[in-house]
């Protein structure tokens, strides 16, 4: 209801969503107000992340910068071991996780999360 005229709406990701496809008591969200689209002559437009693949090493270089600095915070929920898999995928699904979900599966090796 609180979009200007002649907005711009960024569509993005729907893995919060998955979890409907399995199961049929529940319904995926659904764009309420349809008609305000309409009446405010607004856009929605999908973006895929992968439309940028060029300029993948440009950011990544911009946003680990950014990181050093102390300007950009990330977290990461690890999971310890493939029997934690399950539950790291569940929570990812449910939108239980704090940051990026990486199962553990060794300890002999160290993880970073890649920018």
Not at 34 to 49: D, H, P
Not at 95 to 104: A, F, H, P, T, Y
Request: with cysteine.
């Amino acid at each position: 209801m609180h979009i200007r005229d002649l907005s711009r709406v960024i569509a993005c990701g729907a893995i919060s969503s998955y979890k409907y496809f399995n199961d049929a008591k529940q319904q995926p969200y659904r764009i309420k107000n349809y008609s305000r689209i309409i009446i405010k002559r607004a856009l929605i437009q999908g973006f895929l992340y992968f439309d940028y693949a060029k300029e993948f090493p440009l950011a990544i270089a911009e946003l680990s910068a950014f990181v050093k600095q102390g300007k950009l915070k990330f977290s990461v929920d690890y999971h310890n071991g493939i029997e934690e898999a399950p539950r790291g995928l569940k929570g990812l699904l449910m939108g239980e996780n704090k940051g990026k979900v990486i199962i553990r599966i060794s300890n002999d090796i160290t993880l970073k999360p890649a920018l």
